[in-house]
């Protein structure tokens, strides 16, 4: 058995020890779930969205930060899931840790173009 | 890692032949909540965000995304889409009470699995009916 308080025994490349990442999946499901439920509550409460109600939403600041929110859950929740694929099903080191690094890039470019689509135009 | 080293006195049966497993209908739930978030991570979060910034800017970059999405091979791109954001949302849900004990035995599990994957495909449907 690998005891988790040696430090010898740690993989520089492994899972670490999880509970962090766990957790994080569990708060950014919620956060999404509200999200959802967010945008359900308006459709219901509008009879549907047109696109005039779709422009106002996005007008106002607090559904801005809200959606920032949102997209900023749905990153760091692809995280966690897109990682936990890695490690099952890409074996060699070299190349799960490219594949992570690029998954990392593209989620930050997410992030990058949400912020521009939000606040650029 | 290292008990999986030790030689085993008798081969153990390997049997992962993917065309012949009967996977339990919780299994078949998981493995799709996962390919459902793949598909997500993939193709559903950039083109959300295409969608999106092209709705909120109007005019020209709203007329090519509805072109490109009006293309039936798109619309059912979209569909398959929307099936995984509600597949994955309903499992994760699932999940969450699974996490907090509830409806652990065997036939709870079953039925609340079945409930997942049945909703998510009645939910799709509807959402198909309304938008075409």
Avoid: C
């Avoid at chain 2, 030790?6 to 996977?23: D, F, K």
């Amino acid at each position: 058995m690998v005891s988790a308080s040696d430090p010898s025994n740690r993989l520089a490349a492994g899972a670490h020890y999880g509970l962090a990442d766990w957790l994080s999946q569990r708060i950014t499901a919620i956060v999404i779930a509200l999200y959802t439920l967010l945008w359900l509550a308006i459709a219901l409460w509008n009879g549907g969205i047109d696109y005039p109600l779709f422009k106002a939403l996005f007008a106002g600041t607090a559904f801005r930060i809200a959606t920032f929110l949102f997209v900023v859950a749905v990153l760091v929740h692809a995280w966690v899931g897109v990682r936990n694929i890695a490690m099952d099903y890409l074996k060699p080191t070299a190349l799960r840790l490219t594949f992570q690094s690029a998954v990392i890039l593209v989620l930050v470019a997410y992030a990058a173009w949400t912020v521009q689509l939000l606040w650029g135009s | 890692m290292a008990s999986l080293e030790r030689p085993v006195s008798r081969p153990r049966p390997i049997y992962l032949n993917l065309l012949a497993i009967r996977l339990p209908l919780p299994a078949l739930v998981s493995i799709l909540h996962r390919v459902s978030g793949a598909l997500m991570f993939l193709i559903g979060i950039p083109l959300l965000l295409w969608g999106v910034g092209a709705a909120l800017k109007s005019g020209d970059a709203w007329t090519r995304f509805t072109t490109v999405m009006s293309n039936p091979m798109m619309k059912l791109v979209a569909l398959v889409l929307v099936w995984s954001y509600l597949h994955h949302l309903l499992a994760g849900l699932r999940h969450l009470l699974l996490d907090l004990h509830v409806g652990l035995d065997l036939v709870p599990a079953r039925r609340s699995a079945a409930i997942v994957l049945v909703l998510g495909l009645v939910l799709t449907a509807i959402v198909a009916i309304r938008l075409w």
